[in-house]
């Protein structure tokens, strides 16, 4: 038996895939929603305030914001491979909030990013087993990628 719960964080990032053959490749953004999904075992002890949870929604939403929303909300993703967008945004005022990864930026490649980031913070003060099983992100209302541990 075990149980699931969700939770999401939503930020508003640019990005682009330079080698896209097509429109992904200009500079755009999308109201991205990062979403984990954790298993467990509920917390029995009782009279704590996390009996009858595997984990308090309020401190999965604390980590999401951490380590996710506020990377990158309002920031501009940028492949560390791609030169001429790095070159542009390397134009821009110092307070202009760019952030390489090492990675293509495609909902696939965040979904896997977001997921190592949020990991090690899964944990409550109980001992209940607990686990992030997958990341799930919507970069648009028909499109999702997903990463599974
Ligand atoms: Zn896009």
Known sequence: MTTRIRRYVETDTGHRVPNHKSKCRHFHGHRYRFE?????????????????????????SHIL????????????VVYEGDEEARNVLSGLSPEHRTVVVPFIP????????????????????????????????????????????
């Open 65 to 76: 914001t951490v380590y996710i929303h506020d990377v990158v909300d309002h920031a501009f």
């Open 106 to 149: 495609t909902a696939e490649n965040f979904a896997k990013w977001a997921f190592e980031q949020v990991q090690p913070h899964i944990q409550t003060a109980y001992g209940n087993r607990l686990r992030l099983v997958a990341m799930h992100v919507r970069e648009t209302p028909k499109s999702w990628a997903s990463w599974y541990a």
């Open 36 to 60: 984990a999904e954790i298993e467990g075992d509920i917390v029995e002890t009782t009279g704590v305030s996390e009996e009858g949870m595997l984990m308090d929604f309020s401190d999965v």
